[in-house]
């Protein structure tokens, strides 16, 4: 395939109906004008992952590989040695691509030859409905489902999410990896999310640009399970864990979360909406404190 300008690259794990869907959109693609390959990494599924891979092996350009140690960036890390063509797109297993999805890409070959990172959108596909007052806040549909709409134009790196965002290979060749002890990981529920966003902060202060393209689009499915106040509850936790993580990485001083009376009290709020934004709150000031608590444990360890 040495003509390949363009890597599709996602990591699976125990998500096999899921990864159908997605890989169906991958099926159902426009063909895009350049020739493309789709990289899938296995992260030790214990499911029909394989089966599901198998079936479509004969209508994708699809490259299998396997990396049994849990964790979705050490399988994104195995993928990147398979990386072909100018342009890396990285999404995960549970983002549908929009029919005219890697069309759009291949409009920054050549496009913002300056900028070494792409955003692009991400909608959220509900599979139960999900509350008004929660879509409708872009703050929080942003932080629990990953939603991006964003005008076309330079972006910060924290703007980039993780279901749909490209990377010129070049960034990969000059020697950027995924950090592997943070983002999802079967061995720790709990782990620090923003892997993407660690790695484009990281290749940012190089001198690398970002950009955010619109027109590539992708639908993130967001199971009902994922709607459940527990469930945001424990995202909540791990993004403050993120927050003191990243700050502590990179030198600065960032005040913890707010955790004020009012929020304290509104955990018995008749409303669904104070209650959810107050145990949010709650939660990522937990996940912040304990973040900073085990660096300083590290840090006396050293």
């Known amino acids: 395939m040495g003509d390949v300008q363009l890597t599709v690259l996602l990591a699976t794990r125990n998500r096999a109906q899921i990864l159908a869907r997605v890989l169906n959109g991958y099926r159902c693609l426009v063909a895009p004008s350049a020739r493309w390959k789709l990289v899938v990494v296995d992260n030790g599924s214990a499911d029909e992952t394989q089966k599901v891979l198998s079936a479509v092996k004969s209508s994708l350009p699809l490259e299998m590989h396997t990396e049994p140690r849990a964790g979705k960036n050490r399988a994104l890390n195995k993928g990147l040695e398979a990386l072909e063509g100018r342009l890396a797109i990285i999404t995960d297993d549970d983002a549908i691509p929009d029919p005219m999805f890697l069309a759009s890409w291949t409009k920054y070959f050549e496009s913002k030859p300056e ?22 806040n872009p703050h929080w549909s942003a932080m629990m489902f990953a939603a991006r709409d964003l005008p076309e134009g330079p972006v910060e790196p924290d703007a980039i999410y993780g279901p749909n965002m490209a990377v010129r290979t070049s960034v990969f060749r000059a ?9 999802p990981n079967a061995l720790d529920p709990l782990y620090p999310t923003g892997g993407e966003t660690e790695f484009c902060w990281r290749v940012a202060r190089s001198g690398f640009k970002c950009w955010f393209a619109s027109e590539p689009l992708v639908s993130h499915i967001v199971q009902a399970g994922h709607l459940t106040l527990d469930a945001m509850a424990r995202r ?3 993004s ?14 960032v005040a ?3 955790f004020r009376l009012r929020q304290r009290l509104a955990l018995w ?4 909406k104070s209650r959810f934004e107050s145990r949010c709150a709650y939660h990522l000031w937990r996940g912040f404190r304990d973040e900073c608590a085990a660096n300083s444990a590290r840090q006396d360890r050293l």
Do not use: H, N
Not at 118 to 127: A, H, K, N, T
């Open 115 to 136: 900028c070494g990172l792409f955003g692009g959108s991400i909608r959220p596909l509900f599979e139960g409905p999900p509350p008004e007052w929660l879509v409708s």
């Open 175 to 183: 020697g950027f990896r995924f950090d592997e002890t943070v983002g």
């Open 236 to 238: 909540a936790y791990r």
């Open 240 to 253: 403050g864990r993120a927050r003191a993580l990243y700050a502590s990485r990179m030198g600065q001083t």
């Open 256 to 258: 913890p979360p707010k």
């Open 269 to 272: 709020s008749p409303s669904a």
